[in-house]
DNA sequence: GATATTACTTTCCCTTTGGATAGCGCTATC
DNA sequence: GATAGCGCTATCCAAAGGGAAAGTAATATC
């Protein structure tokens, strides 16, 4: 294990990762951004039960931590296009341990 | 990339985790289970800031999802005993993919 | 007999969150 | 000229979250 556990400095960056991350909409919305770009109105669409006020504040606080880039295109009616940045690719291995140990987590505790 | 971007399966196990994870204290607590059992009052010392309701209830919720076991002794104060699960520790590479993208982070936008 | 100890629970209260709903600005379509 | 489309923002209000502080049980210690 290179993760020491009870390390207090580790603890610390695993807060500051949960700090950026909070909350149960940011991760989903990333995860549908990696795939492709997308417009406000097709990540509400695919991020259940989201309202549109909080889509509006998860992607203003994602934008802030440079894990995604909002493009504006001065059409009408307005078009938006957020894509994901590099930065928030960096997550990429963090989703997938959370998509295996979800799936292991529904096997042994939801689904049964 | 084994994870499929936008892939809906692959959200809803995501999706899974985040439920069983939710809020800025459980991996927190996790993470401090790992190193060595303890009691209720040293998890208190060793998560800064969390209140005593808090830290109840998420162990409640932690115990719920058998991420950690909760052991009584019959003795005076009352002894009690948290230790982390095997399911619990099957978190270990989520919590060390999100230590490593923690550092990232820091490096990139907290700590300039 | 006052005090300390542990692992909580309870109460009070304030802040934050979150849903529902409506509106705006401009164009195209019916 | 009514309506729909997009990407929000604003308002209102109910519900939930979370902090501070005190209480409880039984024993040991001073």
Redesign the pocket.
Known sequence: MLTKGGCPKTALSIKDALEALE???KLLILFSLSAENK????ISKEVP?????????E??SLEANKLIK?D?YNT???????SITSHGKSLEKVMEELHYWGLLHRKKIIGK
Do not use: A, C, M, N
């Not at 009408?76 to 957020?82: G, I, K, L, Q």
């Open positions: 909350g149960r909409w417009r406000f109105k097709q039960g989201i309202t549109d006020k909080t889509l509006s504040k992607l203003k909002r504006v009408f009616p307005p078009t938006v296009e957020y």
